[in-house]
């Protein structure tokens, strides 16, 4: 189901509802750049245990605003009032200074925030701390690639970011749906992905210390989009985190065979 909301500062988000339309509200936050459109498989799953899950508006047809990482929850808000996320998250410093205009983040202590990291996404967030200018006409002509791509292409286009484990499962209907995500999320414009960007090397807007609801932290040993020790380092900071730390996952994978399980554990919990 296709439909929009308003957010009380009055913008239009485009969200897509699936599942068990009856069922707990469930309230997905996918990579960047993405859309609001749903995963089949994960949809399926979803509605026969009971989930309605509600993609967030991100790229695409939503009404944009710069913002951070923690003020997304408005947003979800809006669009539905449960939420998991789809992917592990990168932690970024907190403790920056919250009007500082210039973008550049601390990596927490404790935590080598690029070890790990595929050479794609280095690149691309050292630009984005060096030189804005050249980060966003980076980001336009990366836009105007994916949007010429096909789902063929996306191995190539990927490589410096795909293990084995994760070249192994972007073929076929993973391959068609983020092939499609991309192209629709960013047919309006870069700005969202700009955005994203932008809130990830950005102070948070909370601290993790005070999160006080039930969190389950997946990640996988063989990722290199987002490094596992990111996750690692999300399950020792999160009060009461249960971890799931998989030697034998990466990034894609969990989307393909892992979202069954935070089902389940969501379904525990409501």
């Given amino acids: 189901m296709q439909r929009t909301v308003r957010t009380p500062d009055g913008r239009t988000l485009a969200v897509e509802t699936a599942g068990d339309l009856a069922g707990h509200p469930v309230l997905v936050h996918m990579g960047t750049p993405n859309s609001r459109h749903l995963y089949g498989p994960n949809v399926a799953d979803a509605s026969e245990r009971g989930l309605s ?11 944009r605003r710069l913002r951070s990482t923690g003020s ?3 947003d979800g808000r809006a669009a539905g009032p449960t939420c998991w996320p789809a992917r592990p998250c990168s932690p970024i410093s907190s403790r920056l200074p919250r009007h500082s205009r210039r973008l550049h983040h601390t990596a927490p202590k404790g935590l080598d925030w690029f070890a790990g990291m595929g050479e794609d996404n280095v690149d691309e967030f050292q630009l984005l701390l060096s030189d804005q200018n050249a980060a966003r006409a980076k980001i336009d002509k990366e836009r105007d690639e994916a949007l010429a791509a ?3 292409d996306l191995a190539q286009m990927l490589e410096s ?6 070249a192994a499962v972007l073929e076929g209907k993973m391959a068609e749906y983020l092939s499609y995500a991309d192209h629709e999320g960013l047919a309006p414009g870069s700005q969202g992905w700009w ?11 909370f601290e993790l210390a005070d999160i006080a609801v039930p969190v389950l932290v997946m990640h996988g040993r063989q990722d290199k989009f987002v490094p596992f020790a990111h996750g690692q380092w999300l399950a020792t900071h999160i009060p009461g985190a249960e971890a799931r730390l998989l030697d034998d996952d990466g990034h894609l994978t969990l989307t393909e065979h892992r979202v069954g399980e935070v089902h389940a554990w969501l379904s525990q919990r409501l």
């Fill in 53 to 63: 899950p509600t993609a967030r508006a991100m790229s695409g047809r939503s009404a």
């Fill in 150 to 152: 096909s789902a063929g």
């Fill in 195 to 205: 955005d994203d960007s932008c809130a990830q090397i950005r102070p948070w807007g």
């Fill in 72 to 74: 997304r929850c408005g």
């Fill in 161 to 166: 970011l795909l293990t084995p484990v994760d």
